[in-house]
């Protein structure tokens, strides 16, 4: 517990600090998961007839976004699902396959890493971490709020029960000297680990939508007396900083901001009988507006001690968001804000608060519609 004490602490923006803003275009990516009939076997090999038919996502990407350079080793993924579980098949190229955690729950991207980011509501609060390398070591863990909203430290203790897990290698682990393809990875998230983070439907229902993302750690190695060590930089004495690469660009080298997450859609279908599209939905870009106040709001702040209800004070333009009544409704006390955008039909209200909680209220309008 000490290590993941000392992580928190490290990673936390607390709120002396000014909050970073992602700078790239709000373009989360999007996939749509299909039905298997057929429980897949959970072997690491992605061989089953389900996952020929399920489609790669796109290979991933720098974390701050195409401004950085295309990552030296593709990784890619499919999605699929049925009544008990998620499945998740991961293909990480790696021409040195290496690792050296044996250990449940330590620090997983110490080395090489594939990881999971799971936010069944999208409201960024109660999401699941979840790291493994090629040893198929695992992390889980739970985030009660992202770490720059709480000074409380991830529930290391979180397990996800009936988790299932394999890595299969395409080369030999630890073996300087001889060119690997990589590592393949396969998961089976049980239905019931997400009851515990969100009140949604578990098995979804068809064209619900997720927040998910998926991460790669890559550290810069050499061989030294037949074992791979971590680049260091002569500079520093420590290592060099390790490349960080996702399926949905975050714009800011930190994976907890899951406003910045893919979307992952349910389908009924099963895979490879029906192509379907995206549903868009208007309250996202509602909950995105919103997000741009919560950013400014953090940091009017930390420079000044107090949330404003002005919002030209923080630097937010005049803008229409299709399906919602403008300007925004702010409220704030001295430690607390809230804002909202109410629907044109007035049946919702899209909502944010200080601590970055998200959230959709319905009205009795609504309601007896």
Same mark, same amino acid.
């Given at each position: 517990?000490?290590?993941?004490?000392?992580?928190?602490?490290?990673?936390?923006?607390?709120?002396?600090?000014?909050?970073? %803003?992602?700078? %790239?275009?709000?373009? &989360?990516?999007?996939?749509?998961?299909?039905?298997?009939?057929?429980?897949? /076997?959970?072997?690491?090999?992605?061989?089953?007839?389900?996952?020929?038919?399920?489609?790669?996502?796109?290979?991933?990407?720098?974390?701050?976004?195409?401004?950085?350079?295309?990552?030296?080793?593709?990784?890619?993924?499919?999605?699929?699902?049925?009544?008990?579980?998620?499945?998740?098949?991961?293909?990480?190229?790696?021409?040195?396959?290496?690792? #050296?955690?044996?250990?449940?729950? #330590? +620090? %997983?991207?110490?080395?090489?890493?594939?990881? +999971?980011?799971?936010?069944?509501?999208?409201? #960024?609060? /109660?999401?699941?971490?979840?790291?493994?390398?090629?040893?198929? #070591? +695992?992390?889980?863990?739970?985030?009660?709020?992202?770490?720059?909203?709480?000074?409380?430290?991830?529930?290391?203790?979180?397990?996800?029960?009936?988790?299932?897990?394999?890595?299969?290698?395409?080369?030999?682990?630890?073996?300087?000297?001889?060119?690997?393809?990589?590592?393949?990875?396969?998961? !089976?998230?049980?239905?019931?680990?997400?009851?515990?983070?969100?009140?949604?439907?578990?098995?979804?229902?068809?064209?619900?939508?997720?927040?998910?993302?998926?991460?790669?750690?890559?550290?810069?190695?050499?061989?030294?007396?037949?074992?791979?060590?971590?680049?260091?930089?002569?500079?520093?004495?420590?290592?060099?900083?390790?490349?960080?690469? +996702?399926?949905?660009?975050?714009?800011?080298?930190?994976?907890?901001?899951?406003?910045?997450?893919?979307?992952?859609?349910?389908?009924?279908?099963?895979?490879?009988?029906?192509?379907?599209?995206?549903?868009?939905?208007?309250?996202? !870009?509602?909950?995105?507006?919103?997000?741009?106040?919560?950013?400014?709001?953090?940091?009017?702040?930390?420079?000044?001690?107090?949330?404003?209800?002005?919002?030209?004070?923080?630097?937010?333009?005049?803008?229409?968001? &299709?399906?919602?009544?403008?300007?925004?409704?702010?409220?704030?006390?001295?430690?607390?804000?809230?804002?909202?955008?109410?629907?044109?039909?007035?049946?919702?209200?899209?909502?944010?608060?200080?601590?970055?909680?998200?959230?959709?209220?319905?009205?009795?309008?609504?309601?007896?519609?």
């Amino acid at each position: 517990m000490k290590k993941i004490f000392l992580l928190f602490l490290l990673s936390t923006v607390c709120f002396a600090q000014q909050l970073p %803003i992602p700078r %790239i275009k709000f373009s &989360p990516q999007k996939y749509i998961c299909y039905y298997t009939s057929k429980p897949l /076997r959970i072997d690491g090999k992605l061989s089953e007839t389900a996952w020929k038919k399920a489609k790669w996502t796109n290979d991933f990407v720098d974390i701050e976004g195409p401004s950085k350079p295309i990552p030296r080793f593709r990784t890619r993924v499919k999605m699929l699902w049925d009544s008990s579980y998620l499945y998740i098949g991961a293909e990480i190229n790696e021409p040195e396959v290496w690792a #050296t955690l044996r250990q449940r729950d #330590t +620090v %997983i991207f110490y080395d090489n890493d594939f990881e +999971v980011f799971i936010d069944p509501d999208g409201d #960024t609060h /109660r999401y699941s971490e979840f790291e493994m390398n090629a040893f198929n #070591t +695992v992390w889980d863990l739970l985030l009660i709020k992202p770490y720059r909203d709480t000074w409380n430290a991830p529930l290391n203790d979180w397990d996800i029960h009936g988790l299932k897990t394999a890595v299969t290698v395409q080369g030999t682990i630890n073996k300087p000297g001889d060119k690997d393809k990589g590592w393949t990875v396969e998961l !089976a998230f049980p239905w019931e680990a997400f009851k515990e983070i969100a009140q949604v439907s578990t098995p979804p229902k068809n064209e619900d939508q997720w927040r998910i993302n998926f991460s790669r750690v890559e550290w810069k190695t050499h061989v030294v007396n037949g074992i791979y060590k971590k680049e260091i930089n002569p500079a520093t004495g420590k290592p060099f900083p390790e490349d960080n690469w +996702v399926w949905s660009p975050q714009g800011v080298v930190n994976m907890h901001y899951p406003e910045m997450w893919g979307y992952i859609q349910f389908s009924t279908n099963k895979v490879g009988t029906k192509s379907e599209s995206f549903v868009e939905r208007k309250e996202e !870009a509602a909950k995105w507006y919103l997000r741009q106040i919560y950013y400014r709001e953090r940091n009017y702040f930390d420079s000044t001690g107090s949330f404003t209800t002005d919002l030209k004070k923080i630097g937010m333009k005049n803008e229409d968001v &299709p399906g919602f009544e403008m300007p925004p409704v702010v409220e704030c006390t001295t430690d607390y804000f809230e804002a909202r955008l109410q629907s044109l039909d007035g049946t919702e209200n899209v909502c944010i608060r200080n601590d970055s909680r998200v959230w959709i209220k319905h009205s009795l309008k609504a309601q007896t519609k």
